[in-house]
């Protein structure tokens, strides 16, 4: 397979301070990459040195193989589309659409087909006419895509573009940017803090923190198989306690005691190899309320503060003996009508589900 972006060794600094450090990465030709990552990783930076806007310190960016080293925005074969969007209020939405092409010199008759085609690409067949402001949030975002997309570039650069719309919008949004990468063809990098985003629409995601990746994977093994702490606590929700290591056994887990006296068998990351301090995280989908099959779990009992209900989502807020706030996630397939807040429950979990990492100072 082909890669239409391929990253090496970029560093971007601002005098004394690095934005972008040391990052290597390749993009599948047809794929949809997402980089993600929170506020001040590093990430819009990275995304604007692909795009031109920004010159690396050091490192190479090549698009289907070509160094893209001095390349001005406008001669480099990727298209942004922005957070804001930036519609032009004062054209309709064929203009908006074709306005590159017209920068371009494309001929009349050409521009027209290519508008009409790319919108009934994006599923907004008949919307040339339409003004902006008649449009609603999700056609005004796929009016943006096809802007860039009637230019046909080779990669697509997208810079957080679901974050000024409401939830529920953002929520149809996912399935509509996915569905719409996969029709298209085109090659899509997705920047994003939004964890839920990257994990719904990627067929890889990197997680970028303090300038650099932890870790690159498709959205499974991020969420199954972490690579750092960082990346276990930061992709989906995650339970944390610190403990120490008091027996290894030969299947790869240990057994830890916690600092409030727990003993918990787990699987154990590489970097636990030869430490005694250990950070284990657990997700809250993993703890199993009142299970009736007890053979080979952790188990200990927890005390519900709130229901924190919400549909499918729902979770119960416990508290240890000691004191240490533990979410638990409320299963579908069981009704627990009966648990109330004050209430005392047991909760188990299998050593698979947890993972420990060296812990972290």
């Known amino acids: 397979m082909t890669n239409d972006l391929s990253v090496r060794a970029l560093v971007k600094r601002f005098g004394e301070f690095t934005a972008v450090d040391d990052v290597s990465f390749d993009v599948p030709d047809g794929s949809f990459f997402s980089i993600l990552g929170p506020s001040g990783c590093g990430k819009t930076t990275l995304l604007r040195m692909i795009a031109g806007f920004e010159n690396p310190t050091s490192g190479t960016i090549e698009i289907r193989g070509r160094d893209m080293l001095g390349v001005p925005p406008n001669r480099r074969p990727v298209n942004l589309v922005f957070q804001h969007l930036a519609l032009f209020p004062m054209m309709d939405v064929a203009e908006n659409v074709a306005f590159g092409l017209k920068r371009r010199g494309t001929a009349s008759a050409e521009v ?12 907004l067949p008949g919307f040339g006419p339409k003004r902006v ?21 080779s990669v697509l650069l997208l810079d957080e573009p679901l974050g000024a719309l409401d939830l529920k919008l953002r929520e149809q949004m996912k399935v509509e940017l996915k569905k719409l990468q996969a029709k298209v063809g085109t090659t899509f990098v997705y920047i994003t803090h939004d964890q839920s985003e990257a994990l719904v629409m990627s067929d890889h995601v990197a997680v970028m923190h303090n300038g650099r990746f932890e870790q690159v994977g498709t959205p499974q093994e991020l969420y199954g198989s972490p690579e750092t702490p960082f990346v276990a606590e930061f992709v989906g929700d995650n339970n944390r306690w610190r403990g120490s290591v008091t027996r290894t056994l030969d299947n790869g887990e240990v057994l830890i005691t916690t600092d409030e006296g727990y003993a918990f068998h787990t699987r154990a990351h590489r970097s636990c190899a030869g430490s005694s301090r250990v950070d284990l995280f657990l997700r809250p989908e993993a703890m199993r309320i009142e299970p009736r099959e007890c053979t080979g779990l952790n188990l200990f009992d927890v005390t519900v503060r709130s229901i ?20 638990v996630t409320l299963p579908q397939n069981r009704r627990f009508d009966h648990i109330r807040p004050g209430d005392t429950v047991c909760v188990g979990w299998h050593p698979e589900s947890g993972i420990c990492f060296r812990a972290e100072d």
């Open 112 to 123: 027209r087909r290519r508008t009409e085609a790319i919108l009934e690409r994006v599923g």
């Open 308 to 327: 924190l209900f919400d549909g499918a989502n729902s979770r119960l807020l416990t508290v240890t003996g000691e004191d240490r706030e533990l979410i």
């Open 133 to 153: 402001d008649q449009l609603s949030g999700g056609q005004k975002q796929r009016v943006a895509i096809a802007r860039c997309l009637v230019l046909e570039p």
